[in-house]
């Protein structure tokens, strides 16, 4: 249906410009009910989107600051393909002391989250010890080196607990206040190990030397296995420490 499923959130419902630093979707400046907006166009199909704006709801509702989805005018979180946010005001971390509360709010939602079902069609970075292929990852498009070295940094993370992980916490996906931190697009956010969120400038988590070394080398695993195919990718398979 495209972008005239957002007269599914009323009659006066309106792009107004595209914004910029979405991949995988289509990104718009929108109008609805008389305010600012953001909505997202993509290909996720419906249990998917399901899960994300469940989760975003659910923590919305727990304090933290998320884009919490605007329904449709009958009720729906998302339609045909589009999800609608409030537009979410903001700076990113620049300081120590700003990732700080990153890493506090990461910890919060890694709290809040804990024991919550897998994204559907995802495989979490320890599930990919023995697994191919999981949503954008397929390990068998990988030189067999490299899918080794990725594994052995995976299976570090074995045994240890799960929860929801944001998956990009850059700068661009955080929105900071003198009040409060944001964190948006969720579109890489799914069941995996905490640490896996919290390899941040400085290391403003406060990981001990080994634990920041462990999440640092499955990250590093993880971003080169979902962007195979580039030269970023080769770059963060090169930071994976050879057997």
Known sequence: MGWE?????????????????????DVWRVRVGGRLAVARLGTRDDADLAWETGLLVHLDRAGLTVPTPIPTEDGRLFADGLVVMPYLEGEPPRTQADWRRVAGTLRELHRLTQGWPQRPGWRSSTDLVQ???????????????????????????????TSVVHGDPNPGNVRMTADQVALIDWDESHVDVPDLDLVLPGNAAGLD????DTAAQASAAWEAAVCWGDDYALKRLAEVRAL
């Not at 499923?5 to 914004?19: N, T």
């Not at 030397?209 to 920041?212: F, G, I, K, L, Y």
């Open 131 to 161: 697994a191919e292929t999981g949503t954008r990852i397929d390990l068998g498009a990988m030189p067999p080196e490299g899918v080794a070295r990725c594994r052995a940094a995976w299976a570090r993370l074995s045994g240890r607990r």
């Open 209 to 212: 030397a080994v634990a920041h």
């Open 5 to 25: 499923a957002l007269g599914q959130w009323g009659a006066d419902a309106a792009r107004v410009e595209p914004l910029t630093g979405g991949v995988a979707n």
